[in-house]
């Protein structure tokens, strides 16, 4: 691993690449960032996807020509105002969040970012609020409480057209999915996910593992067979 040799820790390394990345392909934005300063001035936890993995989202939208989108967890919305922004034509994203306080917090980037009318923001726990939408949705990001993920999944197929993209965050967190301990709600929740996807014939399935900014981790990525 001469690449990294010097550097103190590799985790350290990975924050530096991902602020290399950052500074060389994504164009500064004071939207982004003014949303991020929200949500930290608010207390919110920093847990939003970085800025890379967020334009990841945008250009998945973009490429899929995804015109309806859900989101389960938006916390302050910083996943979202990147998924609205590769929408087409008059699209629209749906986000699911519990929090009314997170809520609040993401309604306020939405309007700053200029996306109040593309993005609906439904406030309740998840598995209440999923069973009154309507699809069919063309993409959905499920970053909510992982012990639901299961859960999360055979909604959004069931809201999905023939053809959908359906993406989860944080399924390899550190690693621990591997032998979760047992108090570790979210890796046991998250290790399920990998045999009920696999056993579902709708789905076809596969999950990348990530490092960066935000540590070690990973998103899978189900298509809803036509
Ligand atoms: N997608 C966001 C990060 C989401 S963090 C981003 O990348 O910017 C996870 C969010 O899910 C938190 O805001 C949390 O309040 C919310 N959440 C947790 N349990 C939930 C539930 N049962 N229903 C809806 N949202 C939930
Ligand atoms: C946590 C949740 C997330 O969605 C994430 O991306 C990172 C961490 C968490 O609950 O710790
Ligand atoms: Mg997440």
């Not at 991020?36 to 939208?61: E, K, M, N, T």
């Not at 309806?68 to 916390?75: A, D, N, P």
């Not at 406030?123 to 012990?147: N, Y």
Request: hydrophobic share 45%.
């Amino acid at each position: 691993m001469s690449g990294i040799a010097g550097w103190k820790a590799v985790d350290e390394a990975w924050q530096a690449v991902d602020e290399f990345i950052a500074d060389r392909l994504l164009p500064d934005d004071p939207v982004l960032d003014d949303c991020l300063a929200r949500c930290s001035a608010a207390g919110l936890p920093d847990i939003a996807v970085s800025a890379a993995q967020g334009r990841f989202l945008q250009l998945l939208v973009a490429l899929t020509g995804a015109r309806r989108v859900l989101e389960i967890g938006t916390l302050g919305g910083y996943s979202t105002i990147h998924l609205a922004r590769g929408l087409a034509g008059d699209g629209q994203v749906v986000t699911l969040e519990a929090q009314d306080t997170f809520a609040a917090v993401a309604r306020a980037n939405f309007q700053a970012a200029g996306l109040g009318k593309r993005i609906a923001l439904h406030v309740g726990e998840a598995l209440t609020t999923l069973p009154d939408l309507t699809g069919p949705f063309d993409l959905t990001f499920i970053d909510a409480d992982k012990p639901n993920n299961c859960a999360y999944v055979d909604h959004a197929l069931r809201l999905s057209r023939p053809g959908a993209l359906i993406v989860v965050d944080n399924v390899v967190r550190e690693g621990t999915i591997l032998e979760p301990a047992d108090d570790d709600e979210s890796a046991i929740g998250t290790r399920a996910l990998y045999d009920h996807v696999f056993q579902h014939d709708r789905l076809e399935a596969t999950a990348l593992q990530t490092v960066g900014g935000k540590g070690w981790d990973g998103m899978m990525f189900l298509r809803v067979k036509p």
